[in-house]
Each structure stands twice: as structure tokens, then as C-alpha cells.
């Protein structure tokens, strides 16, 4: 999973994700974003080909530590 934000202070995030039906869960824990220019950036995994698998309409969402607002995408 990777993340970036334009105009975050903070420079650390952390993602969660809901499957059908179930509860909010924590997918990774608060990690170091790197400064790029004017956002900030992080990773989890490698390459986009490891980590879990979900099924579809799985909301994962990218929360930036000091922010209210969670960037969401729903699997398809």
C-alpha cells in the first residue's frame, strides 16, 4: 500500500481496513513518512505484490496522524 498527502505536517500514517460486514481494523501500525517536495510519502510492503489479500468492496483507508480526514478507497 502507499500513501502520499500534500500539506501534512505530520510525517507519519498508519492504514486500516473494514471487510464486508466486519469491524475497523488497524493494518499497519504508525509508520515515518518521508518529505517529498511539498507532500509526504510511505510505504507498506514491496513493489505492490505482498501483503494480504481481501475480498471485494474491503475499505482500506490511509490516515495521516493530526488529521481528521482519512484518505478511503473500496476494493472492486
Known amino acids: 500500500m502507499y500513501a502520499s498527502r500534500e500539506g ?3 510525517g507519519t500514517a498508519r492504514w486500516l481496513v473494514k471487510t464486508p460486514g466486519g469491524p475497523w481494523k488497524t493494518g499497519g501500525g504508525w509508520q515515518h513518512a518521508n518529505h517529498v517536495g511539498s507532500h509526504v510519502e510511505t510505504s ?6 505482498t501483503g494480504p489479500k481481501y475480498p471485494r ?20
Open 44 to 49: 507498506w510492503g514491496r513493489d505492490g505484490q
Open 57 to 76: 468492496n474491503t475499505r482500506l483507508c490511509v490516515k495521516f496522524r493530526g488529521l481528521v480526514t482519512k484518505a478511503c478507497v473500496t476494493l472492486k
Open 8 to 10: 501534512v505536517r505530520s
